[in-house]
Nanobody, 118 residues
Framework: QVQLVESGGGLVQAGGSLSLSCTAS????????MGWYRQAPGKQRELVAT???????KYHDSVKGRFTISRDNDKKMVYLQMNNLKREDTAVYYC????????????WGQGTQVTVSS
C-alpha cells in the first residue's frame, strides 16, 4: 500500500516560481520511478517530469529548462521546482509513482492546484 501526498500549490504571476513537494508513505520499497503529472481543463493529462531512485530525470519538452525534479530517498520525498511559470502551466499537479512491473503509473496523489495569472 502506497500513499502520496502533495503540497506547495498556489497562485503565482507569470514569470514567478513555485516549489511542489510530495511525501510517500506505506510500502514503497518496490517504487523505481516517481514523477509529476498535470491536468488542465480541456487538455489530456501530461507527464511533466520523472525521476528514478538513482536520480535520473526526464522532462516534457514544454518544461525543459524551467522545471527541475528531484528526490530524497531517505526522506521518501520528491520535489518539483517550477521557474519562469507561464499561464499554460496552470493545472492540477499530481505526484505519481510506479514499480518495475508497471507499464504506467498506478500510484497517484490527491493533486495540488497551480494557477499562473497575468
Amino acid at each position: 500500500q502506497v500513499q502520496l501526498v502533495e503540497s506547495g500549490g498556489g497562485l503565482v504571476q507569470a514569470g514567478g516560481s513555485l516549489s511542489l513537494s510530495c511525501t510517500a508513505s506505506g510500502i514503497i520499497f518496490s517504487i523505481i520511478s516517481m514523477g509529476w503529472y498535470r491536468q488542465a481543463p480541456g487538455k489530456q493529462r501530461e507527464l511533466v517530469a520523472t525521476v528514478t531512485s538513482g536520480g535520473r530525470d526526464k522532462y516534457h519538452d514544454s518544461v525543459k529548462g524551467r522545471f527541475t525534479i528531484s528526490r530524497d530517498n531517505d526522506k521518501k520525498m520528491v520535489y518539483l521546482q517550477m521557474n519562469n511559470l507561464k499561464r499554460e502551466d496552470t493545472a492540477v499537479y499530481y505526484c505519481v509513482g510506479r514499480r518495475m512491473k508497471d507499464s504506467e503509473f498506478p500510484y497517484w496523489g490527491q493533486g495540488t492546484q497551480v494557477t499562473v495569472s497575468s
